[in-house]
């Protein structure tokens, strides 16, 4: 960075009205009890936003996809199988290793979402369920992701989108991975939230999820959940990733037609 | 007949594995037999360069953004604006930070955590041309003199690294700055400088800047780098082409055709004539670049008439 070091940067102090309070109070009863309400983007509260999905973005990787769900923007990149950088012993599985960073400009505020290892924790612990490890023993598949645009939902888009780009560099796996997440307001539960609905949800829930194997790779549940909605958002997002997946087999067909 | 034809089969496919073979093994001897024809392992002509292709407005949370492929090689380029208070020795300037980011999804060499060697030599290299080639005047980033001005933050994300690095993301750079939409700004009770939102109507303090909202693009600077072989010089050479050759120079000129930077970072010794043919190249290049940025912005502000 060459900016000025006498440079400061600051932003206008709001004043926080008591009008302003009320009208927040009231936004957040709205949320979670009417039972109706159109979302910001037209959405009704079980639909997903339009799915873009793409493989071979980055030539200089072994495989690579690019995503884009309305405002979120990913795309991601593996590397090997190639040998270990890290002196190891032998091991007779192959090693999965992840990384997960936003761009400067991802968010709206400069340099946000700098803090992202607990989403590289994450997104090994969805995807080392349906890689065939034993498959590369001593060597390491790298899976390299980069958030264009934050614009809500990111953790589960990323996921899926490495779980396409694993497919692409020919990586066995038992199934692909795909991933949805449900914001809960009050009695309500929508599904693939922007983050302006991020922002006001009183819960969240998501899941990683193998399609063909009905089998969940990751489940993780923050905010106040009843044991019935747990129950409908989960099968609302199994049902969700099915979708997806289709999606996602798709786009892996196109591709193999054009390298033909 | 159908024998022949299995035959002519097999030795197609035992053909292109030996072809990829002698590449991997000998890729200088591989270049080399090419350069004798006048032609290179992608069926370029040695002086030609990639196609290129710009996209503005690539990011929606930006002031300013592109997108820009030359071959396989993408740059992405962000600009974000924030307010600030100008330095003592400038105080009606504003000011421009860049920094060139290469994450591990372009390059099998980058590895998270520890930053390509090559990225903070670009990024000196960008901020160094923006600054003398005189494209950007500072001080039309000033608000309030010695008061408030802008400081623009420029962020060049290499998505693919396929070689000629500094050239795409001097392109993506100049073509963010083209696309560059300052907003507006409001002075608060307090004497504070602050953005107002889209609705100009509901501004109930006074714009600052109500008729500047975009820069005045003067002096632009395009760029060539070259590799050199022997007596071959190669335009826009890929990542493969840099890993082989160990000589090159990049040009910089601007619009007047004039040399606003040349670099050679070690390599063999060069002669005049062939930095001369390069300059040569590189004027041929600009005008092309200038051709297709042009007609980018063009077509965004049709876009931004309908």
Not at chain 1, 209 to 238: F, H
Not at chain 2, 45 to 71: D, F, K, N
């Amino acid at each position: 960075m060459s900016a000025a070091a006498t440079a400061g940067t600051y932003s206008p102090a709001s004043a926080a009205g008591e009008k302003r309070r009320e009208r927040k109070e009231e936004l957040r009863r709205h949320l979670a009890e009417d039972a109706d309400w159109p979302r910001a983007d037209g959405r009704s509260f079980h639909d997903c936003r339009p799915a873009f999905m793409q493989t071979g973005p980055t030539t200089a990787a072994s495989g690579s996809a690019y995503a884009e769900f309305g405002k979120t923007k990913v795309i991601v990149s593996v590397f090997g199988p190639r040998e270990s950088k890290k002196a190891m012993l032998y091991s007779d599985t192959g090693r999965l290793n992840c990384n997960v960073s936003y761009t400067t400009f991802a968010t709206p505020i400069r340099g946000q979402g700098t803090d992202n290892k607990e989403y590289s924790a994450m997104l090994h612990k969805a995807l080392e369920g349906a890689v065939m490890l034993h498959t590369f023993p001593k060597t390491t598949v790298d899976v390299f992701a980069l958030v264009l645009e934050s614009g809500g939902s990111d953790l589960p888009i990323i996921i899926s989108c490495a779980s396409l780009a694993l497919a692409d560099a020919g990586i066995m796996m038992y199934d692909l991975v795909t991933s949805v997440s449900v914001s809960c307001f009050g009695k309500n539960i929508i599904i693939d939230p922007t983050s302006d609905e991020e922002a006001w949800q009183d819960g969240s829930l998501m899941v990683a999820y193998m399609p063909a194997r009905k089998e969940i790779t990751q489940l993780t549940l923050t905010g106040e959940w009843s044991d019935g909605k747990i129950t409908n958002a989960v099968e609302l997002c199994m049902d969700a990733c099915s979708k997806l997946c289709d999606i996602l087999r798709e786009r892996l067909k196109d591709a193999s037609s054009l390298a033909e | 007949m159908a024998a022949e034809a299995q035959a002519t089969a097999a030795g197609g496919l035992a053909g292109e594995m030996e072809v990829e073979a002698y590449r991997r093994l000998f890729p200088l001897a591989f270049l080399e037999r090419h350069l004798r024809e006048s032609v290179r392992p992608d069926a370029r002509r040695p002086a030609e360069a990639r196609p290129t292709t710009v996209a503005l407005a690539a990011v929606s949370s930006a002031h300013g953004s592109a997108l820009v492929r030359l071959g396989d090689t993408a740059m992405l380029a962000s600009i974000k604006l924030e307010v600030m208070s100008p330095s003592g020795e400038a105080p009606d300037e504003g000011s421009i930070a860049v920094e060139f980011h290469m994450p591990p999804i372009c390059s099998p060499l980058v590895r998270p955590g520890r930053p390509a060697e090559v990225a903070p030599v670009i990024s000196k290299n960008l901020e160094d041309i923006l600054m003398s080639s005189g494209m950007l005047n500072l001080k039309e980033l000033c608000l309030i003199s010695g008061k408030a001005s802008w400081l623009a933050y420029l962020d060049v994300y290499c998505l693919n690294a396929d070689g000629s690095l500094f050239d795409a993301a001097l392109i993506s750079a100049v073509a963010a700055f083209t696309h560059l939409e300052i907003p507006l700004v409001s002075v608060g009770d307090d004497g504070r400088v602050f953005t107002v939102g889209g609705n100009e109507g509901k501004a109930k303090y006074e714009l600052v800047n109500r008729e500047k909202r975009k820069l005045t693009i003067t002096n632009v600077p395009f760029s060539l780098t070259c590799a050199l072989h022997k007596d071959n010089v190669l335009a826009d050479p890929t990542a493969e082409e840099e890993s082989i050759i160990e000589t090159s120079v990049t040009i910089v000129l601007d619009s007047s055709d004039q040399i606003v930077s040349i670099q050679k970072p070690g390599g063999a010794v060069t002669s005049m004539t062939t930095i001369k043919e390069c300059i040569s190249l590189a004027k041929d290049r600009r005008r092309k670049l200038r051709e297709i940025l042009m007609d980018n912005v063009e077509a965004m502000e049709v876009d931004q008439t309908d």
